[in-house]
């Protein structure tokens, strides 16, 4: 779910952190990408990837960026009261998410497992996207979707305030159909103390950890990840 570029410095900044990002050196890994339409791939793990919808903190940067204003509306510098504190869907973004429900009832069949950011707005794009997915299997009898946070579905950590997540304790009495297990940590790591951005660098790594993460999980061949951070759909070949 992309809103496209808000102004000309806004389109200069996404291409030189793309030219820095591919610059990068890339984690060896057995991955291909492949359409949503290709066959599966015999022994493979098929991972379906899902970007959250529009969020506050989406609408109040296209805000600030068409007027021209430096900084965001979310930065230390002009949010230090964490108004955009890990920033929730906007009414737009759960219609969005809403709207995802019928292509996520067509995966259903073979889907083992969703796993989710721990920022909220990935957390309620996937529980909305796959409620139907889940009534579904209730009305079947069948067992339902396991639903997963995981910390490596987090992009970019530290001084906007709308990427900082709520704590482990707040998140699990929140969302309570989501198994917070895998986050360790109480407080969110990629925050730090706040006042420096995370870098790039730190973007494929965490992807390499999400992508060898279920590579090591026998008996999830389909999953779907809901992330800040979305490829198209990625197909993880047997090691």
């Not at 992309?2 to 030219?19: C, I, L, M, N, Q």
């Amino acid at each position: 779910m992309s809103h496209g570029f808000y102004s000309k410095a806004h389109a200069a900044d996404v291409d030189a952190r793309s030219k820095e990002l591919r610059a990068f050196p890339r984690p060896v890994l057995r991955v291909r990408a492949v359409l949503p339409k290709a066959g599966p791939i015999a022994g493979a793990k098929h991972i379906h990837f899902i970007r959250h919808g529009e969020g506050h903190h989406n609408v109040a940067q296209r805000e600030w960026l068409q007027a021209s204003k430096d900084g965001m509306p979310y930065d230390m510098d002009h949010d230090p009261d964490f108004k955009y504190l890990d920033a929730q869907l906007t009414d737009e973004g759960e219609r969005q998410a809403a709207a995802l429900q019928d292509q996520c009832c067509a995966l259903q069949a073979g889907l083992s497992l969703l796993v989710v950011s721990p920022m909220r707005r990935a957390l309620k794009t996937g529980l909305i996207a796959f409620d139907q997915v889940q009534k579904n299997r209730d009305s079947e009898g069948g067992a339902r979707l396991q639903v997963i946070a995981h910390e490596a579905c987090h992009e970019i950590g530290g001084f906007h305030t709308c990427d900082r997540r709520l704590p482990r304790a707040e998140l699990q009495k929140a969302y309570p159909q989501v198994d917070f297990s895998l986050i360790a940590d109480e407080e969110d790591p990629p925050w730090g103390d706040g006042r420096r951005r995370g870098t790039l660098q730190e973007v494929p790594t965490r992807a390499a950890i999400l992508l060898a993460w279920p590579l090591g999980s026998p008996g999830e061949p389909r999953a779907a990840a809901v992330t800040p951070i979305a490829p198209h759909g990625l197909t993880l070949l047997p090691p």
